[in-house]
Antibody, heavy 120, light 109 residues
């Protein structure tokens, strides 16, 4: 059964770069049938798609975050990663990674989420 | 970009009630509409994809309908474990821009 697990610092200072990794188990990140995505949720608010990556390295980003976001993939480690630069308090959120269908973009499997707080 | 609007933003209902949540897209998205359930402190869980296809393992009291711009999630008989927040999401945009609705919180009356 496919499982995803987010990891990374829970506290980031303003203007610095947020970095998270999603480790995938129970399946290959090189699967041709999946995209791998990041979604976030500020405390008490709704869900926001950040971006997604295919095993080939093809990426898609939310237009509102594109200038600050980089998603990368490491097929040898079965992991993919998220970087958000120049963070502010508005980037404080629970960050989820998810497996998304290649043809339909449906997020069928999610990690448990990790809270990242931006504060000095 | 495509905006997704859910209504109501919250509702109170009793166990056994029939509950309907609506989601409207700012332009036609065909049937590229998914529904997720989220409980406090947990990750969202996929309930329905492609507007009306029940995800494996999801109880049959959940159903989805609609196409184009107007969609509905129905819970035929609300159970205690169904009290949660529900989100719709469109996956129609090309290139992808996977926007979510604002959510509907279903609370106990």
């Amino acid at each position: 059964q496919l499982q995803l697990q987010e990891s990374g610092p829970g506290l980031v200072k303003p203007s610095e770069t947020l970095s998270l990794t999603c480790s995938v188990s129970g399946g290959s990140i090189s699967s041709s049938s999946s995209y791998w995505g990041w979604i976030r949720q500020p405390p008490g608010k709704g869900l926001e798609w950040i971006g997604s990556i295919y095993y080939s390295g093809t990426t898609y980003y939310s237009p509102s975050l594109k200038s600050r976001v980089t998603i990368s993939i490491d097929t040898s480690k079965n992991q993919f990663s998220l970087k958000v630069s120049s963070v502010t308090a508005a980037d404080t959120a629970v960050y989820y990674c998810a497996a998304q269908g290649y043809f339909d973009w449906v997020s069928s499997r999610w990690g448990q989420g990790t809270l990242v707080t931006v504060s000095s | 970009d495509i905006q997704m609007t859910q209504s109501p933003s919250s509702l109170s209902a009793s166990v056994g009630d029939r509950v309907t949540i609506t989601c409207r897209a700012s332009q036609s998205i065909s049937s590229h509409l998914n529904w997720y359930q989220q409980k406090p402190g947990k990750a969202p869980k996929l309930l329905i994809f492609a507007a009306n296809t029940l995800q494996s393992g999801v109880p049959s009291r959940f159903s989805g309908s609609g196409s184009g711009t107007d969609f509905t999630l129905t819970i035929s008989s609300l159970q205690p474990e169904d009290f949660a927040t529900y989100y719709c999401q469109q996956t129609y945009s090309t290139p992808p821009e996977l926007t979510f609705g604002g959510g509907t919180k279903v609370e106990i009356k």
